[in-house]
């Protein structure tokens, strides 16, 4: 591992594995570990503070949606960013955030339009602050809540793993692509949900969740060595 890892405090209802699952997901999705960078069982366990067996669970069910590689008698390794993985799970967003989003549109409470319209306002302030790693936590939150709120939260579970080969894309994106344009999506998506306007919701969603293909030559040249070989 080349740099360290944010390691956050274990919830105390987790169990060794969770824990390492969620400190590996987090630190794979912000890049703290590196596409290609090799990872060692022994160092993991030492930074996160547990014993090396619920590490090794945790890289072998990273290992079954393709995002670490374990080469018998090589070690582990995080997974390079693969396009076609990242279409599946863009595929998989659009269709079920589209899904969601006209569920929402059907009419939520007041107070469960005010948590959106509260979590709109504090990415507004951490864009204005640039702080792009709380900005994309916010982002994270905004979509989970959108399941959370048409009661659909284990779909949202169900499609953790893959949806990493995305979340991946995205935080790569913040460092060559101006992220405001995160804030104005979620605006347009919220409005939609105070309107019941399904369609527009629809619309909104599907532009925030395909707008990366823009920048696809853009990253892949400047970042080619997270990239794997087409």
């Not at 987090?26 to 060692?40: A, Y």
């Not at 105070?194 to 619309?203: A, F, I, N, T, V």
């Amino acid at each position: 591992m080349v740099r360290a890892m944010n390691v956050k405090k274990r919830d105390g209802s987790e169990t060794g594995r969770e824990y390492v699952l969620r400190i590996l997901k987090e630190n794979i999705v912000m890049l703290e570990l590196e596409p290609g960078s090799r990872i060692s069982e022994n160092e993991l366990a030492a930074e996160i503070g547990v014993s090396r067996t619920p590490v090794r669970e945790a890289l072998i069910e990273l290992s079954k949606s393709k995002i670490v590689e374990i080469y018998p008698q090589r070690g582990s390794y995080v997974s390079r960013i693969d396009w076609g993985l990242v279409e599946e799970a863009q595929f998989m967003r659009v269709t079920l955030e589209k899904a969601v989003i006209r569920l929402a549109c059907q009419g939520l409470s007041e107070e469960k339009l005010e948590v959106l319209e509260k979590n709109v306002k504090l990415q507004q302030f951490y864009i204005d602050n640039n702080d792009i790693k709380e900005l994309l936590e916010l982002d994270n939150e905004f979509h989970k809540e959108l399941f959370v709120l048409t009661n659909k939260v284990h779909i949202h579970r169900l499609m953790d793993n893959m949806i990493l080969h995305f979340d991946r894309l995205r935080t790569l994106r913040t460092k060559a692509v101006d992220q405001r344009y995160v804030v104005d999506d979620h605006v347009a998506i919220l409005d939609a949900v105070r309107r019941r306007d399904p369609d527009k919701g629809e619309r909104e969603m599907e532009l925030h969740l395909t707008r990366h293909e823009i920048d696809k030559d853009i990253l892949r040249n400047k970042y080619p060595q997270y990239f794997k070989e087409e």
